[in-house]
């Protein structure tokens, strides 16, 4: 679940949570991102 903090723009968050999942080697690099659908009830 990912929890925005009020302090820092929403898709800034979200970006640094993309590139902490490729560098943590969750996702590959050089590959299309997941499908919005996959992530479902990530974001509450």
């Keep these: 679940m990912m929890k925005f903090a ?3 723009n929403i ?3 979200i970006g640094d949570w993309v590139c902490e999942k490729i560098l943590l080697e969750e996702w590959p690099a050089e590959e299309k991102l ?3 659908v996959s992530w ?5």
């Excluded at 479902?40 to 509450?44: C, D, F, P, S, V």
């Design 11 to 13: 898709f800034l968050q």
């Design 6 to 8: 009020e302090h820092k």
């Design 34 to 36: 997941p499908r919005c």
């Design 40 to 44: 479902q009830g990530r974001w509450r």
